[in-house]
T-cell receptor
Framework: EAQVTQNPRYLITVTGKKLTVTCSQN?????MSWYRQDPGLGLRQIYY???????DKGDVPEGYKVSRKEKRNFPLILESPSPNQTSLYFC???????????FGPGTRLTVT | DQQVKQNSPSLSVQEGRISILNCDYT??????FLWYKKYPAEGPTFLIS?????DKNEDGRFTVFLNKSAKHLSLHIVPSQPGDSAVYFC????????????FGKGITLSVRP
């Protein structure tokens, strides 16, 4: 089954404790992206990657890091999480040049 | 500055009636528009799209209309069903924007049985 998977689905952590949210897709997509969804703000792009070893900032990259060492994986790293990063995070992927993106099920992160 | 605007946060309609969800945009360079549907505890799923060279695209009960001069698009659902109750996001993209999508805030549709 073609899909985008994210882990963990739910995470509660404390300020400053480094964490990684994994994202993997099995569709051989070149393009992958991370979004966060906040009430009243919709979906905002954090980082995206056009292909292996090619990443770039989205609209709200502060406090996040990403890497793309393999085509199928695109982890989101929070080196020192803060409460304002409490949010619902989505990973998405698509074929190069396509518009429709396929989203993962989401990771709900709470930083206390 | 929000480039894609969904000004109504919610909409409630009776089952069987038409649902009309509106979306406005400010960037005249956007040339492709999409609607996504999101249920609780799930990721958004693609619903329907339209290119700027068209003014209408239809897929079953779902039709998207684009008015470029007004920078406005709308999603019509006819007839509405209780299973359509979800959050709907409007999104837009630029040619050559490397698949980047700009999303609106979303609108919560409730279809009453």
């Amino acid at each position: 089954e073609a899909q985008v998977t994210q882990n963990p689905r739910y995470l509660i952590t404390v300020t400053g404790k480094k964490l990684t949210v994994t994202c993997s897709q099995n569709m051989n997509h070149e393009y992958m992206s991370w979004y966060r969804q906040d009430p009243g703000l919709g979906l905002r792009q954090i980082y995206y990657s056009m292909n292996v070893e090619v990443t770039d900032k989205g609209d709200v990259p502060e406090g996040y890091k990403v890497s793309r060492k393999e085509k199928r994986n695109f982890p989101l790293i929070l080196e020192s999480p803060s409460p304002n990063q409490t949010s619902l995070y989505f990973c998405a992927s698509t074929t190069k040049g396509a518009y429709e993106q396929y989203f993962g099920p989401g990771t709900r992160l709470t930083v206390t | 500055d929000q480039q894609v605007k969904q000004n109504s946060p919610s909409l409630s309609v009776q089952e069987g009636r038409i649902s009309i969800l509106n979306c406005d945009y400010t960037n005249s360079m956007f040339d492709y528009f999409l609607w996504y549907k999101k249920y609780p505890a799930e990721g958004p799923t693609f619903l329907i799209s339209i290119s700027s060279i068209k003014d209408k695209n239809e897929d079953g009960r779902f039709t998207v209309f684009l008015n470029k001069s007004a920078k406005h698009l709308s999603l019509h659902i006819v007839p509405s069903q209780p299973g359509d109750s979800a959050v709907y996001f409007c999104a837009a993209s630029l040619t050559g924007a490397n698949s980047k999508l700009t999303f609106g805030k979303g609108i919560t549709l409730s279809v009453r049985p």
